[in-house]
């Protein structure tokens, strides 16, 4: 079975810090994503890599930049967390069509 | 660009009764539809996929979506729910090459009552 890792579950941070969120895939996907979810407003694409080093915008990219060093690990990072990106973040690789997902973070931002 | 509709929030259905939760998309080139089931603190879970071929498609717990492209819609049902289907539906569409980047729909919360 693939297998989507995100690092934690469950992250408590204050304003200001530097947060850094790991998702790590285990079948040599190129594309990996990053998502948030919040209540009645669904998944929003924040980034997405579809290669080493190769990364884009999705439709939410303020205040958050990723890192992709190596095909298997997708780091979204959030400079200076707000209270407003307090969410669930889930990470997604894809094999052709079929995206696979991780179990999601949930950042409290206080 | 493409987008995805999904007019019901939350949908109360008593156990054994069907359900229908609805999705309606927008695009201008070839998508490929997907829904996806969210059970709590969970992540998503694909349960079922349009690609190409038959316009109905079938999961393995009863559910089924057909494929409607003159009312671009991707309606998802299963005749006769149980309580162990409460969850969170999210229909979505991607791109049929390069990417597949995924827009999803705002989801619907589907609550089986006993």
């Known amino acids: 079975d693939v297998k989507v890792t995100q690092s934690s579950r469950y992250l408590v941070k204050r304003t200001g810090e530097k947060v850094f969120l790991e998702c790590v895939q285990d079948m040599d996907h190129e594309n990996m994503f990053w998502y948030r979810q919040d209540p009645g407003l669904g998944l929003r694409l924040i980034y997405f890599s579809y290669d080493v080093k190769m990364k884009e915008k999705g439709d939410i990219p303020e205040g958050y930049s990723v890192s992709r060093e190596k095909k298997e690990r997708f780091s979204l990072i959030l400079e200076s967390a707000s209270t407003n990106q307090t969410s669930m973040y889930l990470c997604?690789?894809?094999?052709?069509?079929?995206?696979?997902f991780g179990q999601g973070t949930r950042l409290t931002v206080v | 660009a493409q987008s995805v509709t999904q007019l019901d929030s939350q949908v109360p259905v008593f156990e054994e009764a069907p359900v229908e939760l609805r999705c309606n998309y927008s695009?201008?080139?070839?998508?490929?539809l997907f829904w996806y089931v969210q059970y709590p603190n969970q992540g998503l879970q694909l349960l079922l996929k349009y690609l190409s071929g038959s316009t109905l498609v079938e999961s393995i717990n009863g559910f089924e979506a057909e494929f409607n492209k003159s009312q671009t819609s991707f309606h998802l049902r299963k005749p006769s729910v149980h309580i162990s289907d409460t969850a969170e539906y999210f229909c979505a569409v991607s791109l049929t090459s390069g990417t597949y980047k995924y827009i999803f729909g705002t989801g619907t919360r589907l609550k089986v009552l006993a």
């Open positions: 695009s201008s080139v070839s998508v490929y």
């Open positions: 997604a690789s894809t094999s052709g069509a079929q995206a696979f």
